[in-house]
């Protein structure tokens, strides 16, 4: 059996995220699986890997599902009441590239939440 593969995209939010980041992300999950469908969602495979900050975060993918998570995260206009829109700021099949490329940004990065569920 092959192991998927994954890209992940840095997001930043146009809006900080407040209160539950748990709660933002069950949220976000729910509006994503709106925008795509139930089909093309699990095929997205959707995960938030960690915040680097409030109002930026990184999102794991499947490697086919990219093109739609990126239109997907376009289409979002509200997450738990709040009107929000979301940047696609890049792609990358690595965390450590990711990382470095908002370290270039200037803002520091956050602990990953990947264990927390």
Known sequence: MMREKRRYLLVEASTPVRG?????????YI??????????????????IGFISSEMFILRASLEGTPSVIAAL???????GSEVAFYT???SGTLRALRDYAKTLGRTVGQSTAGQQ
């Open 31 to 48: 509006s994503l699986m709106d925008c795509t469908g139930q089909l093309g969602y699990h095929r997205i495979n959707p995960h938030v």
């Open 74 to 80: 376009a289409m979002v206009k509200s997450v738990a």
């Open 89 to 91: 700021l890049k792609s």
């Open 20 to 28: 539950d980041l748990d709660e933002f992300k069950k949220r976000l």
